[in-house]
Each structure stands twice: as C-alpha cells, then as structure tokens.
C-alpha cells in the first residue's frame, strides 16, 4: 500500500478512486471556475502529503476529503479579489414546534412539473450553506451526519439549514 507523506493511514489507491468526485466537488465550491477548481484539488492533495491535512478516521475518507477541498476552495477564492464567499456561521435553533408547523404548512411540491430552470434560479436564491447541503444531499447522495463535518458544525445546524432550504425552494417554485 503506496501511502501519503504524514498520511500514512490513506493510500494513493483511494484516493485515485475518489479523485472524480473530488474534482465534481471542488467545481460547486469554486463556482464551477475549472482553472480554481484544478487548483483547489491540487493544494488540497498538497495539504495531504505536506501533512498540514491530517485524517484521523473520525469521519470516512471522502467526508474528510470533501471538508478539505470545501476550505481549501474557500481559501483560493479569498486571495483572489473576484470571488465572493458567503459567511458560515450557527445559526439561531427553532424550537421543536416551530420546525413542526413549517413541515406542516408547506407542503413538498410536485417536482415532476417543475422544469430545471426554474429549479437552478431557486437554488441561486438561497444561501451558500444551504445550496452546497442541498447539492451534497441531492447530487452526492451524502448524510446530513457526514455534511455536518465536512462544514465543521452540529448536525442541528445542518438540519436546520436543509429544512429552511426545502421550505424556501418549495415557496420559490411554487
């Protein structure tokens, strides 16, 4: 097993196997800019072999993989003027009954006679944690567990954020 630098605990092999979804993934953090996108997954590989990324096995490879390239993305773009990054941060818990009356109150809409369009300017509107949780669940076919560490916060606020996304893409397409 050919490892990794101070990475001993990860094999080249692996990550060969994940590289496509690295490279997917690095593009969403990016903006879908191809050349930052490249240049995000080479530091983040950097940071794996320099060390300065250590897996513990806390999490999967991939999870821990997909945090490394989401700050890793989040850092190229602040060095770079033209990139506008959006602030991650706790947000306020709802208490129980407050999260059951939205279920209650909006309902899921037909998502078959809704057309992409429409689809892609509702995710432009919503948040930049919410649409990265809605591409990782819906595109990724991730956990909300394993979301919650790759953005590095409680499950709660991951929850939260998915549901005020669900609710707020069914009120836009509506």
Request: with cysteine; charged share 30%.
């Amino acid at each position: 097993m050919a490892s990794l630098g101070r990475n001993s605990n990860i094999a080249e092999s692996e990550l060969r196997v994940l590289h496509q979804e690295v490279f997917r993934w690095a593009l969403y953090c990016t903006n879908f800019n191809h050349d930052l996108a490249k240049d995000t997954v080479q530091q983040t590989y950097l940071k794996i072999v320099e060390g300065t990324a250590y897996f513990g096995g806390k999490s999967s490879l991939k999870t821990w993989l997909f945090g490394v390239v989401r700050l890793t993305a989040r850092e190229l773009r602040r060095g770079q003027e033209r990139y506008i990054t959006g602030a991650t941060h706790e947000a306020e818990e709802l208490p129980d009954e407050v999260e059951e009356l939205l279920d209650e109150t909006f309902a899921e809409p037909d998502w078959e006679s809704v057309d992409a369009g429409a689809v892609e300017r509702a995710l432009n509107e919503l948040s930049l944690l919410q649409r990265e949780i809605v591409y990782l669940v819906f595109y990724r076919d991730m956990p909300l567990s394993e979301i919650a560490l790759v953005f590095d916060v409680s499950i709660g606020t991951v929850r939260k954020q998915y549901h005020r996304a669900k609710v707020r893409l069914a009120g836009l397409l509506k």
